[in-house]
């Protein structure tokens, strides 16, 4: 089964931009501590370091047991 690439975009070059101008916007007030960071955002954070913290603490096991 082969998949069809699309000629055009899904979204128009101005639905784009528009997009990106708005994202640009969030990002600075984010940035400039203007707009607080969203609880879902620290939450995924959150997960995403916990996930990382696991998996080194795997590795440092598995490095004692073959020492």
């Known amino acids: 089964?082969?998949?069809?690439?699309?000629k055009r975009p899904a979204l128009s070059r101005s639905v784009q931009n528009q997009l990106?101008?708005?994202?640009q916007?969030?990002?600075?007030?984010l940035a400039l501590g203007e707009t607080p960071v969203p609880e879902r955002f620290i939450e995924i954070i959150n997960q995403l370091d916990q996930v990382e913290?696991?998996?080194?603490?795997?590795?440092?096991?598995?490095?004692?047991?073959?020492s």
């Open 1 to 6: 089964m082969s998949l069809k690439k699309e």
């Open 53 to 66: 913290l696991d998996q080194e603490q795997m590795g440092r096991e598995r490095r004692k047991q073959h």
């Open 20 to 23: 990106g101008q708005r994202l």
């Open 25 to 29: 916007s969030f990002y600075d007030s």
